[in-house]
């Protein structure tokens, strides 16, 4: 009852937002639209737009990895597999002033750290999706690579007009093989002799950054463990 309640309030709310944006007169436009009792939709929505706004960055990872886990992935490469997962989250989306004006909301400093969670949010999903195992560093260096190449994309987006957004997927393809040309040179330096050893003192402090406790919840990400 209470999800579904949820939902309608934000299909309603995303009639509004390409007009209103996602503000309080949205908010309360939604509410009226489904005909609810605005102290149960305050209980759902404590922030109001703030959170239908989250809602709907979250519904569209969701609709992300249920588009992946119904393809057929296991020919594509790791490339191919990132590619995928990142346009199957932006043609997640069915109108691009929704997320024009998520993204003028997330802007504003006081709601910059939410926007930058729904990002890393998105990030890790899709890291998740590929099956990353990585408890360490990497687990922090990857979603935040992945976290830049996602968000550049969504902004070339939001300003592209090419027929059916070609030019946004060489945009993307273009910001992959930069990632993929900084995991080359991170293999170089651990196969060479020299820059290994020259990379040793960093890389044993690195060892001990931990990932996030799968099973107990922190405050703050990650972890930190005092070298011996």
């Known amino acids: 009852m209470t999800e579904s309640l949820s939902n309608q309030l934000l299909d309603a709310a995303v009639l509004h937002v390409p007009f209103d944006g996602w503000t309080d007169p949205t908010f309360k ?6 005909g609810v009792d605005m102290v149960l ?3 759902l929505f ?26 057929d992935t296991s020919a594509m490469k790791i490339r191919e597999k990132v590619t995928f997962a990142v346009r199957a989250r932006i043609e997640a989306v069915d109108d691009r002033e929704v ?23 998105t990030a890790d999903a899709i890291w998740g999706l590929l099956g990353d195992t990585s408890r360490d560093i990497n687990w922090y260096s990857k979603r935040a690579t992945l976290s830049a190449v996602y968000s ?8 592209d007009d ?10 993307l393809d273009r910001r992959i093989e930069d990632v993929m040309r900084i995991e080359k040179a991170k293999a170089q330096v651990k196969n060479s002799p020299f820059l290994s050893k020259l990379m040793a003192g960093p ?13 107990e919840p922190r405050d703050l990400p990650g972890g930190w463990t005092a070298p011996r």
């Open 162 to 171: 090419s027929a059916g957004y070609e030019s946004t997927w060489a945009f």
């Open 99 to 121: 997320v024009r004006r998520g993204t003028v909301l997330f802007a504003l400093p006081q709601n910059a750290p939410e926007g930058a969670k729904l990002i890393w949010s």
């Open 41 to 43: 939709a305050r209980g």
């Open 152 to 159: 550049s994309t969504v902004l070339f987006w939001l300003g």
């Open 46 to 71: 404590p922030r109001g737009a703030l959170d239908l706004a989250i809602a709907y960055h979250k519904r569209g990872d969701t609709e992300m990895v249920q588009r992946f886990e119904n393809t």
């Open 29 to 34: 436009a939604a509410v009226a639209d489904v």
């Open 203 to 215: 890389a044993k402090l690195f060892e001990t950054v931990k990932a996030p406790d799968p099973v």
